[in-house]
């Protein structure tokens, strides 16, 4: 796995834990960045600085483009990779959209349910396509 997919997997990690214990991912992110154990990339930190940042909107293009899912039935796992992937897709010009989707499909596929990939595909790519229309 690249550099900056394990980033992506920590950030994953980070976001999920803090929604899981119901905490604000930044603390969870310090606390991480203060026991450096493993050291945390500063990818990291970006994606979850940025989901952070920018989650109302977020929550709301999820929530629009998710035909027939509301956020609360979403499994955490995926509602956390679309988080991360719709704010690296949007507010991220580092990295070329085809691996922001490729990179979130691949976790999707790798952590969540045999449908994950294909629902994260389809919301990643819809918003690869209006991207231009989207950020505010």
Known sequence: MSARGKARRRALDILFEAEARG???????????????PPVNEYTV??????????????????????????????????????AGTYEMLWS???????????WVHLAGELSTDESPQFVNGILARFKQLKPSLVL
């Open 23 to 37: 905490r604000s991912p930044l603390e969870v992110l310090a606390e991480r960045v203060e026991r450096a154990e």
């Open 46 to 83: 970006t994606l979850v600085e940025g989901v952070t940042r920018h989650i109302g909107r977020v929550d709301e293009l999820i929530s629009t483009y998710a035909e027939g899912w509301t956020m609360e039935r979403m499994p955490a796992v995926d509602r956390n990779i679309l988080r």
């Open 93 to 103: 010009a580092e990295v070329p959209e085809g691996v922001v989707i490729s990179e």
